[in-house]
């Protein structure tokens, strides 16, 4: 196990590394000159020159990346020359001119408004996608099954924001249940926090639980029909322990491995219910800061996304030995 773990953590350094360097040379050769966007309307040559040497474009691509990740981990300095040199502290992911602010300032600000929209989504949709999928599983063929798999099937055909936009017409305008969106950190006012983020956990928790029901649906109904299950039932178990503890265990498998990766993409930003319900997370961070070309911004968190996805790859693998006996890691 241990041998394993050092192994993956190797793999997942090594991956960490490769995204750095293709992230950095993509958003090196698109097109386009970030010292002519950072000029605004009076531009001139003299400017544009100034701005690129502010910016540290004028060294070689190699320095640049250097001066990068040396920067993730000591920190580092823009325009050192200048009378008003800028100082961005590790872990430093870059320096937004066009918000004059920290690449990592702007995204600690958005980063905890995502993962409270993404952790109270994940805990709506794993338990109803669980509790439908067994129920479904447990009465095949049934009316409830038919029933539960066709509102699965319309939520999981259903575009996301037309579904957030239903909710906001219905529930926030025409019946006024809820005010409109205004998000507030839960410890400043726990009750407009749960108004704000009830609507926003629901429209993705329609969209992931759809899929789970008919996921877990299918896995209960695969193990339930292996020998050990027939023997457990041959025993006199009873029927929750039987589908608790050994049908559901053993198909959780391919669940965990979705609800991992799924997990950690929302917490990269849900960028279409961030925008509908008006909330400053890192998906409308990302669209604002693509709409101003931001290089900077746009580098810091593709590098934070995709790491995040890296990672959560790596639980997900040793979870696997957790969730399922039969698996063993080497």
């Not at 325009?79 to 992911?93: T, V, Y």
């Not at 009830?198 to 993705?204: A, D, E, F, N, Q």
């Not at 896995?219 to 029909?225: N, R, T, Y």
Request: charge should be positive; charged fraction near 15%.
């Amino acid at each position: 196990m241990f041998a394993y773990l050092v192994r993956r953590v190797l793999l997942m350094l090594m991956l960490l590394f490769l995204l750095s360097v293709s992230v950095f040379l993509l958003f090196s050769i698109l097109p386009g000159d970030p010292a002519r966007l950072t000029c605004g309307k009076a531009c001139t040559p003299a400017i544009i020159e100034a701005n690129r040497h502010r910016l540290g474009l004028d060294e070689p691509p190699l320095t640049q990346y250097v001066k990068f990740v040396s920067g993730i981990f000591v920190g580092r300095t823009f325009s050192a020359d200048s009378p008003e040199p800028i100082k961005c502290d590790a872990p430093c992911l870059g320096y937004s001119f066009n918000r004059q602010e920290q690449v990592m300032s702007l995204i600690a600000r958005s980063a905890p408004v995502t993962f409270f929209l993404a952790i109270g989504a994940f805990v709506i949709w794993i338990f109803v996608g669980l509790t439908l999928g067994i129920f479904a599983a447990l009465n095949r063929g049934r009316l409830g099954d038919r029933l539960i798999m066709g509102i699965s099937l319309i939520g999981y055909s259903m575009p996301s924001f037309f579904l957030g936009l239903l909710l906001v017409f219905f529930v926030i305008i025409k019946w006024q249940f809820l005010p409109f969106p205004s998000y507030v950190p839960p410890w400043e006012n726990p009750f407009q926090f749960f108004q704000t983020m009830i609507l926003p956990w629901i429209l993705l928790a329609t969209l992931y639980a759809a899929f789970y029901i008919r996921l877990t649906r299918n896995q209960v109904l695969e193990v339930l029909s292996d020998d050990y299950v027939r023997t457990a039932r041959a025993k006199g178990l009873p029927e929750r322990v039987v589908v608790v503890k050994h049908a559901l265990r053993a198909g959780l498998t391919p669940i965990v491995t979705a609800a991992g990766l799924d997990l950690a993409g929302l917490l990269g930003g849900a960028i279409i219910s961030e925008n509908i319900f008006s909330l400053p997370g890192l998906g409308a961070l990302a669209v604002n800061s693509i709409i101003d070309s931001d290089l900077p911004l746009i580098t810091g968190i593709t590098i934070l996304t995709a790491s995040i996805i890296i990672f959560a790859n790596l639980v997900v693998d040793l979870l696997y030995a957790v969730v399922d006996p039969r698996v063993r890691v080497t």
